[in-house]
């Protein structure tokens, strides 16, 4: 079967904008990937939003918010997608599928999220919804404290890794001086985010708050188009794979350190697409907490487990290395609005494939991956992105 | 293209049903469409959840908490769809897509809420959630008083609807006697409803108790075929159509009255399936309030608009009448667990065309239809499903 293509997108700054609500949002990267595909929005056959929220905003039926964009986009089924971090991901699959079905041939795809107009508390709770609560051992844990469970873990079975997590916090802000869409574009040195102090405190031992991913509005959207309905436009980046894994929630049911959801969904894609990790120009990955970049390293083969922080000392992941990652800044920089971080990563892949990322851009890439991970490595998301060359 | 196939039903009771979390309730009917099925769980190749929640619960990462019926479903994809209350059935038409696009021959869905851990006004608060919030004319309407404005715009337009809308009560009250599964088995004649009164009173005027539907726990769960794949099973229904428009958000964007959602997405059915309202043997419709029944009547062609008491007056819609509406009791009598109900109303139409409904069995019935709608006629999703005769 011909694959899927994304033929345009779109993406808001990400960061806390202020006087923007959910709605605004939708409709600014809705719009600006409309524009991008230089489509009449009646062409549009279906559209899907990829929206977390879980208590934390209330704009209204958030996947009818979309048809706000266009009086074109009346009547369109919309539907919401949520696999909590990945929602956006899970939007993105569920319109590769209405496309595949036959259902749909040109598919809006939006990720959203209002985050900063709530306090830390009220998101802290809100995130930690995407763990398992019918478990006294784990309910309310937060979101750093499972991280931190799996740093203090990965210092018991292989060795301390917080110096490896305080370079991918200086690698990944470093990235983020290029793009102008990033949160947090402010260098920080490998000093200062390897020591606990006033400026960069523990958040939940070990992690440090230079070791967490930021509290961001945003929104990302980009085009599907069929085989067919893709061959009109200008440029096409087809899925040659894209794969979903979903582990148990409940910790006490696996080893979470393990992350053989993440690797699993991996190695499945690299099957698909036949390739290898050495095939890639680039990844999007999702680094909520460094520790969880430094084990994606890992379970995509770049290092053997308990090593991933070879991948960074031999220079492989940094922006002018052989596979670079996160040349976006990543979530840790760039900034994570829940719902729009899997749309966010799709749309900055079509355009890194196609010589359009801007400052980010990785000159001649020509095949990308995003891992996007909802929860403590539950809902898993890859897809290996392919620039079609006319 | 051969259709997707229903092949297994599982439905708890539906109710005030204390010491069942969330994830008791998915895995209870799960458990009982796979039990149903008689497969092994492992042969599922994917899993979606019908959710609606805003706010309402927390057990946790919601689309994960599937995974907890069985061992066998770690690492299979799982996500959550939510259209407010046609969530249940975004969950199966996303499920109908995967198997559509060759990703998936076997899916489970499940739809489930659990309401009633929660007090009247948190509930209250969540449903109005799905109204537009970003519009200081409807912001924080509730749900009755959204379609409170529906009956007496009704009256503007045509006449009176209160009778009518009594008339409905008393059907799906009567109706529900017979369903074991229904959340309020009680008959209620046609004097209390249509009266105000100390035990019938005001809701959201004219809404009196009597015209709104319950606040409920429960969850129901299919099992859907490829066309190979259902031919093993011993029942199969079909999906002959399935449509879904949504609408505007904002009612100043549209003629909420007019239902133009709910027509065009029932129409768009009858032509897809190459039938009229004349070939149907049984209807599950979204009787949320009971002036929302009233107006799928007209909507399905029934009666003329601002003449749908007609199909009540000459009974039509009755259980013993040519199309019996909401055999089940409707979300009236049955119960309104919001995520649950799409998929309650695709779970029982597969067991009225396949001579399992037990006591709300409709004789020889052949052909049904399910419309399932999300917010005020935002979000409106139809099936016509057919018995597979060997």
């Known amino acids: 079967m011909n694959p899927v293509s994304i033929v345009a ?9 202020d006087g923007k609500n959910l709605e605004d949002l939708i409709v600014e990267a809705a719009s600006e990937a409309i524009a991008d595909a230089a489509i009449d929005p009646a062409e549009i056959d279906a559209v899907y939003l990829g929206h977390f929220n879980s208590g934390m905003v209330a704009d209204g039926f958030a996947s009818s918010l979309i048809h706000q964009v266009s009086p074109a986009l009346r009547f369109k089924p919309a539907t919401r997608c949520e696999n909590a971090c990945a929602s956006g991901s899970a939007a993105i699959f569920s319109a590769i599928n209405a496309i595949r079905s036959g259902s749909a041939d040109l598919v809006l795809v939006v990720g959203a999220e209002k985050m900063t107009s709530n306090t830390t508390e ?25 991280f931190g469970i799996a740093a203090r873990e990965y210092t018991e079975r292989y060795h301390d890794p917080l110096p490896a ?26 000093e200062f985010c390897n020591t606990v102090s006033d400026k960069n405190p523990l958040i939940a031992p070990p992690l440090r708050l230079t070791d967490c991913s930021l509290i961001s509005d945003g929104a990302a959207a980009v085009i599907l188009a069929s085989p067919e309905r893709a061959k009109s436009f200008a ?10 894994v979903s582990d148990f929630l409940p910790l006490d049911k696996r080893d979470f350190l393990a992350f053989e959801g993440p690797e699993l969904a991996i190695r499945r894609a690299y099957e698909e697409a036949g390739i290898s990790h050495q095939d890639l120009d680039f990844a999007e990955v999702h680094d909520c907490f460094t520790i969880a970049e430094l084990l994606v390293y890992e379970a995509m083969g770049l290092a053997p487990k308990g090593q991933g ?3 960074l000392l031999d220079g492989t992941v940094m922006r002018d290395g052989r596979l ?12 994570h609005p829940v719902g729009a971080t899997g749309v966010s990563m799709h749309a900055l892949a079509f355009r890194q494939l196609t010589g359009t990322a801007g400052g980010i851009q990785r000159e001649g890439a020509e095949l990308g991956m995003v891992f996007n991970m909802g929860g403590a490595a539950v809902a898993n998301h890859v897809s290996i992105l392919e620039a079609t060359r006319a």
């Not at 802290?124 to 844990?141: C, V």
């Not at 370079?167 to 949160?183: E, M, S």
């Not at 440029?235 to 979903?244: C, I, K």
């Not at 670079?324 to 900034?335: C, D, F, Q, R």
């Open 9 to 17: 997108s779109g993406h808001t700054r990400f960061g806390r904008l």
């Open 122 to 146: 009220q998101v802290t709770r809100a995130l930690a919804g995407a763990g398992y609560q019918n478990n006294p051992a784990e309910a309310g844990l937060s979101f750093p404290q499972l």
């Open 165 to 190: 997590m305080a370079r991918i916090a200086v690698k990944n802000h470093r990235n983020a001086l290029d793009n102008p869409l990033a949160q947090m574009r402010r260098e920080v040195d490998f």
């Open 235 to 244: 440029r096409q980046v087809s899925f040659r794979a894209h794969t979903h």
């Open 309 to 311: 922080e070879r991948a």
């Open 324 to 335: 670079p990652v996160n040349l976006s800044g990543g979530l840790k920089a760039k900034g």
